[in-house]
């Protein structure tokens, strides 16, 4: 199974990117798909994730990030609006089947004027 994250880049405060993870190696659905992000210095926290069909959100992104989903193209977006400099780090992608978890290489996003 192998995850490839595309979309992130430079973004200046308020501005908005959005995230594309495509999934491949694999013809099953993942039990659960989600985003994480990890800043300088800060250990890998949570954004958004599906699990089945709830969705969770981390406290610092509810409200402006939305994540979603299309299995018909093995793909799972992290759409994020009114950026600002704590939102920097680089963001993963994570999938999940059964026991075994996977992770994205990651793309790094920075907000800064």
């Known amino acids: 199974v192998q995850l490839v994250e595309s979309g992130g880049g430079l973004v200046h405060p308020g501005g908005s990117l959005k995230l594309s993870c495509i999934i491949s190696?694999?013809?099953?659905?993942?039990?659960?798909v989600g985003w994480y992000r990890q800043g300088l210095g800060t250990e890998r926290e949570l954004v958004a994730r599906?699990?089945?069909?709830?969705?969770m959100y981390g406290d610092s992104v509810k409200g402006r990030f939305t994540i979603s989903r299309d299995y018909a193209k093995k793909a799972v977006y992290l759409q994020m609006n009114s950026l600002n400099s704590d939102d920097t780090g680089v963001y993963y992608c994570?999938?999940?089947?059964?026991?075994?978890?996977?992770w994205g290489q990651g793309t790094q996003v920075t907000v800064s004027s």
């Open positions: 599906f699990a089945g069909a709830i969705i």
């Open positions: 994570n999938a999940q089947f059964g026991p075994s978890k996977y």
């Open positions: 190696g694999t013809a099953f659905v993942p039990d659960a």
